[in-house]
């Protein structure tokens, strides 16, 4: 039997009735890595003893007789900018490749705590600054439903490791999109709660009024189960809200009755035809569940990528000044003095796109510039939030592509960053207004060579419940799960 | 307003990026092209507009305190421990200050 393709209820199932152990699980997914990562490079490290001490700890306690913790055994893959105590963190950048995190991540805390079993750090974008893992320092990711196409980004990493069945569910970061984008290029589910629903404590700082943690995985009760494990109050971080967290896994009822699709017009607009159709069949699928479909207008949605660049670049020129080569991380040995060591330190460390990032936030920042830049923007986030805070008068859920493009292939884009920005024009407004969104999988694109397309759907602030209500219906109903598409590996 | 290599090494300055001639090259075309498209937020009539610095929601509470109580934090060593360079018990760096003879 492959232990690698399996859902968490399908492990909790063979660890009940010991047909399996977690030991087991957990080798079988490190040996997967062993004899296929070579191929899609998910991973950045592996903390194997960490693994299989906790499956160990698993496997104890089933044979005490306890009830299974909720996700006891499941292998976990984590993204490098999120802290695993004891084990390198890098943010797939040179400044930090010997940084071992001194504490862990509120959210990894919180897994192992429910059983879960941490396999190791996958790769990603450099400080999560890009839409398809080229940009780490170390390697590029590859698509594991087609190699020579990268997995999207920035957590490109994660998503290819559940898609390619090196762990069962991972976390990622999402700032822009970096959670659902890549879940669609991968073909599989990614969701990014609230603003403030999952503690950011021990996630390395991108752009904080954007930054947040969530899960990937092959289903959507998967993922809703991570987010359940990992949201909440955390008193290690003020920005986390203390609002009770939901049932999300019981509110997988499969009933979408009379709720209120809003599709927005403008996200529609010059969309291409071979991702497009296959929305307009989700949006089909959605009115055969019983939904009810209603044209909704977000008007400021062009003024999107524009907004979002100034003010995730502003806040990264600010969070990026903390790497000088003093307390942690890369520092240049040829210095003259103080200055010049921050200097080369910084010059030598970070790679192309995140000196591009800081140098345009320290330009919309700078004296002279911050009003025309940086405070418009911030008024502009304004209206776009205005936008959606209007739609959700009208309708419950707004569904949109995730992506305008189909998985690009390895080398085709990294000359034109601003080509790059305009593909996150459907991820960046959920992130601007700070509310949750989630991609499922949604068909392949017609034509030869049959990439994945990933629907988007979006829900108010702190209505993740139904949000993820809705998403499981759609899995269910249109057969979008992975099986659906044989794994090329 | 146009973006010019000076503004490039300027902002590279302000920045603490100390970029070779190559890298000034590529990133003045690139943040060039960049700048001039988020011009198209000007569009935008804001005058009225508040700005908007976070995310809020009605009704929301955040836990913007917590407790005010002594926990254990790192121990020196830890707080040390990725340091590039390290002495005494302190972060060491090159001298800042120039000693009379």
Redo the contacts between chains.
Sequence with gaps: MDFTTLTISQIHDLLKTRQATAVEIAQAHLERIEQKDKEVRAYLSLCPERALAQAKRVDEEIAAGKTLAPLAGVPVAVKDVILTRGTRTTCASRILENFVAPYDATAVERLEGAGAVILGKTNCDEFAMGSSTENSSFYPTHNPRDLTRVPGGSSGGSAAAVAANFATVALGSDTGGSIRQPSAFCDIVGMMGTYGRVSRYGLVAFASSLDHIGPFGRSVRDVALVLETIAGRDPLDSTCAALPVDEYVGALSGDVRGIRVGVPTEYLKGLNSEIGGNIQKGIDLFSKLGCEIVPISLPHTDHAIGCYYIICTAEASSNLARYDGVRYGFRSTQHEDLRDMYRKSRNLGFGAEVKRRIMLGTYVLSSGYYDAYYLKAQKVRTLITRDFVEAFDEVDVIVTPTSPIAPFKLGERVDDPLQMYLADIYTVTASLAGIPGISVPCGKTPSEPHLPVGMQILAKHFDEARLLRVADAFEKAGGFSIRAFPFIM | MAFTEK??RY??D???????ED?VK??LP??A???Q????????D?SA???????T?PG????????DQPRRT?SQD??L?????SGAGC?K????IEREE
């Design positions: 503004d490039v902002v590279a302000l920045a603490h990026l100390e970029l070779t890298e590529k990133f690139q943040l092209s960049i700048l498209y988020v011009q198209k937020l000007n569009e935008l804001t507009i508040e700005p908007m610095a976070q995310v929601y929301s509470q955040n836990a913007a305190f917590r407790a790192f830890e707080a421990a990725n340091a590039p360079e972060f760096v090159p001298r800042v």
